[in-house]
């Protein structure tokens, strides 16, 4: 068998590792990555798993075309029952860690206990170890790299945690390729890692990544994928064209609207300065990877989260607030979120002067950002209460505090505000990890996907981001795609076509050509899309164990109610009870939001769910 998960089990509690080939059958029907991730938690956590014990599971994960030919294939995710939520965790990264962890011979690491000391796992093409990590504990990001390939091997490649993660803020991302700052950034994973007293994961990997069909692979990826190369013209056409677009969707003052004029231009302007930056095996890189005069890395993401969402124009400003995010280890999204959360308490009287040790915390006060980001960093001050994220936070400052915290399920909204598409709205609202964009992104395809029945016109964002009728249906099916993309793994854009040229989107069934060629299995696409399926109800299932439910699945007061004014869909509020309608009956769940014993049984899940009913 080509692919079989070759899984390294690391039990730190024992000081422990171990090897795990996962059975063809379990392969086949989660494939790796996302899915096979899921299944193991869902096996070996259960209802009470704390995200900080010992007993909750931090699984980094590829899958069958992480390394191979297949374009934009260098990603890998990491889940855990997030310390953010409570409920199911996931992120994903890319840069060049995933390859060099396939090509050292493992598929993905499955971690359980505590260790005693600090430590960090070295991987190479002979051994996995666990190693002391005393002397890198406090270093930043930046340092640990640095560090670590000193100590393993200069050509060694590490993921690690921060200062943040060490301190267990809720929202501390495990950022990989040190200065490149490649962060699988969402729902806690680095707090995960530092509760567990892993400080990084070095790895170092030469050998050869087969694949059944090599010279039937190359042919079908240059066939359904070819190669084309734009001018520098053209690529600072295409970046700016795509900031025009998120700042679209982007929304400003906690979700307010109040617009800073120009904010737009100088963040279009300040990615162009940069030279594009690539993961390992893409050819096209995107707006969202920029790699600096410095030798480190500017996203548009960073600047959005601070300078949109806290009114912020001072680029520099956003650019040092974002670089100590990627030092400190920390979700850019959610600490631009509750900081802009923090301003508007700030503003509505909620928090004082003297609780922020005399910061100033005022709309666009760009040196009170910079500090409060270092402060929720260090778990100092009131950045002990804005760690522990919006909705903890609101509950710590009572009143109406919740009125500003803008999240579902726990987890922070991205900056794209849900007002301004319907399917995006009902997607945050149902998303398994909370408020993800990602998860059925409509905004982000640009033609129709004939082999899911989806036409141009249902995701033509200026005909159907305000239509009802369809949302349900249209959400669910992207959602079972993204949930077999997530699990191959290659990166979204491959599937969507953002950042391409039409031509160059990979169908569904391009991305099953190439795993059976990957792999040597034969599966068909109804097969492969039930796959979809299948990962999305686990991942739910998950969720409806620690107790999620329909109650869950819904968006902050504010984003139901205030229309935005401006951009896109200013006129617009979702009405999500008829969408969720639409969704659960085709998904085949409850009108609680459960899945049901029948859809279970169909998708082959009833032995993994007894116990649930």
């Known amino acids: 068998m080509y692919y079989a998960g070759r899984i390294l089990r690391v039990d730190l509690e024992k000081c422990k590792v171990s090897h795990q080939i996962v059975n063809e059958e379990i392969a086949k029907k989660y494939i790796g990555g996302v899915g096979l991730a899921a299944r193991i938690l869902w096996k070996e956590t259960s209802s009470n798993t704390d995200p900080f014990s010992p007993e909750n599971r931090l699984v980094f994960m590829t899958g069958p075309l992480t390394g191979t030919i297949v374009p934009k294939s260098g990603r890998f995710v990491v889940v855990a029952i997030s310390p953010l939520t409570d409920i199911w965790g996931e992120s994903h990264a890319g840069g060049t860690w995933a390859h060099a962890l396939r090509r050292s011979g493992v598929d993905g690491i499955v971690i359980k206990g505590v260790a005693e000391h600090p430590v960090y796992l070295w991987i190479s093409d002979k051994e996995a170890k666990i190693e002391d990590a005393h002397h890198l504990w406090g270093k930043d990001i930046y340092e640990t790299d640095e560090l670590l390939k000193k100590e393993t091997d200069k050509a060694a490649t590490t993921v690690a945690i921060g200062p943040a993660g060490e301190k267990l803020v809720r929202f501390a991302s495990v950022i990989g390729d040190g200065r490149a700052g490649r962060a699988a950034a969402r729902t806690g994973m680095g707090a995960v890692m530092g509760s567990k007293k892993l400080k990084a994961i070095a790895v170092r990997g030469t050998r050869k990544i ?32 795509e900031v025009h677009t998120l700042f679209s969707y982007t929304p400003h003052k906690n979700f307010r609207q109040d617009i800073l004029k120009g904010l737009e231009e100088k963040c279009a302007d300040a990615v162009v300065r940069g030279r594009l930056y690539y993961c390992a095996g893409c050819d096209s890189s995107c707006t969202e990877s920029h790699m600096m005069e410095n030798a480190r890395r500017i996203m548009v993401q960073g600047l959005r989260a601070f300078g949109a969402g806290c009114l912020i124009d001072n680029v520099e400003a956003m650019d040092k607030a974002w670089e100590l995010c990627q030092r400190l280890g920390m979700d850019v999204t959610s600490t631009g979120a509750v900081i802009a959360f923090a301003m508007e308490c700030f503003e509505k009287g909620l928090i004082n002067r003297r609780e922020l040790e005399g910061i100033n915390l005022e709309w666009g006060n760009h040196d009170a950002v910079v500090e409060m980001v270092r402060k929720i960093g260090q ?96 959400s669910a099916k992207l959602q079972n795609l993204m949930c077999v993309v997530d699990s191959l793994i290659v990166c979204s854009s491959l599937a969507t076509g953002l950042y391409e040229e039409e031509y160059r989107k990979a169908q569904p069934s391009h991305l099953l050509e190439w795993l059976n060629l990957a792999t040597g299995w034969k599966m068909n696409l109804d097969e492969f899309m ?84």
């Not at 804005?386 to 900056?415: C, N, Q, T, W």
């Not at 981001?465 to 249906?473: E, H, N, P, R, S």
């Not at 999500?576 to 998904?587: C, H, K």
């Open 210 to 241: 087969l694949v059944y069909d090599e010279e039937g692979l190359e042919r079908s990826v240059r066939n359904h994928y070819p190669i084309t190369r734009l001018t520098p013209e053209e690529i600072e056409r295409l970046e700016r064209q």
């Open 379 to 474: 778990r100092e001050g009131f950045g002990k209460v804005l760690g522990e994220g919006v909705r903890r936070a609101a509950d710590y400052l009572g009143g109406m505090a919740h009125e500003y915290a803008m999240h579902v399920k726990g987890f922070e909204i991205s900056p794209h505000d849900p007002r301004a598409h319907n399917g995006l709205a009902l997607g945050m609202a149902v998303a398994n990890r909370g408020a993800s964009n990602l998860e059925a992104p409509h905004f982000s395809f640009n033609s129709a996907i004939p082999d899911l029945s989806i036409t141009e016109e249902q995701l033509d964002n200026t005909r159907s981001a305000f239509v009802i009728k369809g949302q349900g249906v249209t």
């Open 530 to 613: 039930t796959i979809g399926e299948r990962i999305y109800n686990l991942k739910r299932l998950i969720n409806v164990r620690r107790g999620i439910s329909r109650k869950d699945d819904t968006l902050p007061p504010r984003l139901l109610t205030a229309k935005r004014g401006r951009g896109a869909g200013k006129d617009n509020l979702p009405h999500l009870g008829r969408m969720l309608n639409e969704f659960y009956s085709f998904r085949g769940w409850s009108e609680e939001g459960i899945p049901t014993e029948d859809k279970l049984t169909q998708l082959g899940l009833s032995r993994e769910a007894e116990g649930i009913y």
